[in-house]
């Protein structure tokens, strides 16, 4: 038998805790190629996003192409990332970190989306489990990037469940709500994945500690301490 085709993902992403959880299950699964990582502002600044992508990935082993994107809502006038939920570092506060060797790639996370989506037309699939500003202004710079994209999965939004940072908004549609209405409306194959899903989809702090002890490896021991100040909050 033959295995199945990768699919090719770009992860859209501001870690933050669950992000990089979710990162190092993408970049573990089969099934999956990570052609590049862009990031935005949200769980910390954008420069603080792009600088654990770059860690995350060290530690990893890995050589994935990680982009500046957004540091600002579209409208909207921005707010301090929430700290006292990831750490100031978006990490849990690691302290010292090992040094990185992987630089930026030079182009903004707009700029390489669309240019991705160009190389490999009807291929690659966007994961966006962050604000969405960089999605957003990647469809001014190419119109028919709803064509050229596979599709869009979005983590963000909620339709039953009460929202996460007011009685009815999730953070990552509520930091930058006028770029979301702009993906949401863009007429692609588009898949949304919000708080009614995340809030049962649920890994214990024991779990992880298990799952930790098991592996014994930088990568798991660096999430552990990311994800026991997460759970404390």
Do not use: C
Not at 6 to 12: F, G, H, N, P, Q
Not at 33 to 41: E, K, R, S
Not at 105 to 117: C, E, G, L, T
Request: no cysteine.
């Amino acid at each position: 038998m033959t295995s199945p085709q990768r699919s090719k993902v770009i992860y859209d992403t501001d870690p933050g805790v669950d992000d990089a959880m979710a990162l190092y299950f993408a970049l573990a699964h089969p099934a999956i190629d990570m052609v590049g990582i862009t990031t935005t502002f949200g769980n910390v600044s954008v420069q603080q996003a792009a600088t654990n992508a770059l860690y995350l990935l060290e530690l990893a082993g890995r050589d994935v192409p990680v982009t500046l994107g957004v540091a600002v809502p579209w409208f909207k006038a921005p707010e301090k990332p929430p700290a006292h939920i990831h750490g100031s570092d978006g990490l849990g506060n690691l302290g010292a970190r090992q040094p990185t060797t992987q630089q930026l790639d030079p182009r903004s996370s707009a700029q390489f989306i669309v240019d991705m989506a160009r190389a490999h037309p009807g291929e690659i699939t966007l994961v966006a489990v962050g604000p969405l500003g960089n999605l957003s202004l990647a469809l001014q710079l190419e119109p028919q990037l709803p064509v050229l994209l596979r599709e869009v999965i979005i983590m963000g939004g909620t339709v039953h469940e009460p929202g996460n940072v007011s009685p009815v908004a999730e953070a990552n549609i509520w930091n930058d709500p006028h770029a979301a209405d702009r993906v949401f409306t863009a007429g692609w194959k588009l898949t949304m994945v919000g708080l009614d899903v995340t809030h049962r989809v649920v890994v214990t702090l024991e779990q992880f500690r298990s799952i930790a002890k098991k592996h014994q490896h930088p990568a798991t021991d660096t999430l552990l301490q990311a994800v026991d100040f997460y759970a404390r909050f």
